[in-house]
């Protein structure tokens, strides 16, 4: 049981991370089209 939370936490944690990851890609790309109008 304990060791399925941690998995399950784990993986909450690396899609934290490229939810943000993907998030800072879409922001740069959307800056950088906004400066190139």
């Known amino acids: 049981m304990q060791e399925?939370?941690?998995e399950s936490i784990l993986k909450?944690?690396?899609q934290n991370r490229f939810f943000r990851?993907?998030?800072k890609i879409i922001?740069?790309?959307t800056i950088?089209?906004?400066t190139k109008l």
């Open 32 to 34: 950088s089209t906004l």
């Open 27 to 29: 922001l740069i790309k």
């Open 4 to 6: 399925k939370e941690k």
């Open 12 to 14: 909450k944690i690396i």
């Open 21 to 23: 990851f993907s998030i």
